[in-house]
């Protein structure tokens, strides 16, 4: 007799359950959960739509705002086509900007630094840069890049001299932003796809400077 093979009869079964849930889970994550059942429950999406999302979520990664990146650096044109129209920019080079109605390039610059946060969720470019890391969704960045942000760089490696300008965006909804940090110095042999593999992710949030390439590399 297996441990299922009993009798089930609700009049004698009054003990309370534990709400089924995945162990470990986080309480938002576990909330999530919850209204995407509700919403499936509702027929406002269906079920095969979420796994859609999420499978081209996860396809995602920061190499596609790379390439943008890379592209910028070696073609000044390029660069202020991708400040004019960012999604257009990434349909240039055959990449998929996502569905965010306003992706804005930012450039930064000897005199001027910008920065991203979504002080109210999570709001990024999925698209061009990947899942957002945990930390950019949790609430002492979400507060502190806003209150104390030259703080929260140098806590990131990151030191601005004085008379650099620190710009701090908020993402929405309807627009999500991408950094577009400087070149490094020492980089003028490389090619587009080395350069590329240069840019993190977090040096398109702005909390990060591209890593200068090894002597064997240049």
């Given at each position: 007799?297996?441990?299922?093979?009993?009798?089930?009869?609700?009049?004698?079964?009054?003990?309370?359950?534990?709400?089924?849930?995945?162990?470990?889970?986080?309480?938002?994550?576990?909330?999530?959960?919850?209204?995407?059942?509700?919403?499936?429950?509702?027929?406002?999406?269906?079920?095969?739509?979420?796994?859609?999302?999420?499978?081209?979520?996860?396809?995602?990664?920061?190499?596609?705002?790379?390439?943008?990146?890379?592209?910028?650096?070696?073609?000044?044109?390029?660069?202020?086509?991708?400040?004019?129209?960012?999604?257009?920019?990434?349909?240039?080079?055959?990449?998929?900007?996502?569905?965010?109605?306003?992706?804005?390039?930012?450039?930064?610059?000897?005199?001027?630094?910008?920065?991203?946060?979504?002080?109210?969720?999570?709001?990024?470019?999925?698209?061009?840069?990947?899942?957002?890391?945990?930390?950019?969704?949790?609430?002492?960045?979400?507060?502190?890049?806003?209150?104390?942000?030259?703080?929260?760089?140098?806590?990131?490696?990151?030191?601005?001299?004085?008379?650099?300008?620190?710009?701090?965006?908020?993402?929405?909804?309807?627009i999500r932003y991408l950094v577009i940090p400087q070149r490094p110095s020492g980089t003028e042999a490389l090619r587009e796809d080395e350069l590329a593999a240069l840019v993190t992710r977090d040096s398109m949030?702005?909390?990060?400077?591209?890593?200068?390439?090894?002597p064997a590399a240049s």
């Amino acid at each position: 007799m297996s441990l299922h093979d009993h009798d089930h009869d609700d009049r004698d079964h009054d003990h309370p359950h534990e709400p089924l849930t995945i162990v470990g889970e986080p309480v938002a994550a576990a909330r999530v959960r919850a209204l995407v059942d509700l919403l499936v429950e509702k027929g406002v999406v269906g079920r095969d739509d979420v796994r859609q999302r999420i499978d081209w979520l996860v396809s995602r990664s920061p190499s596609d705002g790379a390439r943008l990146v890379a592209r910028s650096w070696v073609d000044p044109e390029f660069r202020q086509r991708l400040l004019a129209d960012t999604r257009a920019a990434a349909f240039e080079l055959d990449l998929d900007p996502g569905p965010s109605p306003v992706v804005i390039a930012l450039e930064n610059t000897e005199t001027v630094h910008h920065m991203v946060v979504c002080t109210l969720c999570s709001c990024y470019p999925k698209a061009l840069l990947g899942p957002p890391p945990d930390w950019y969704k949790d609430f002492p960045y979400r507060s502190r890049a806003v209150s104390e942000p030259r703080a929260v760089l140098e806590e990131f490696g990151v030191h601005l001299d004085a008379d650099v300008e620190l710009r701090v965006v908020d993402s929405t909804a309807d627009i999500r932003y991408l950094v577009i940090p400087q070149r490094p110095s020492g980089t003028e042999a490389l090619r587009e796809d080395e350069l590329a593999a240069l840019v993190t992710r977090d040096s398109m949030i702005g909390v990060a400077i591209p890593a200068v390439p090894s002597p064997a590399a240049s």
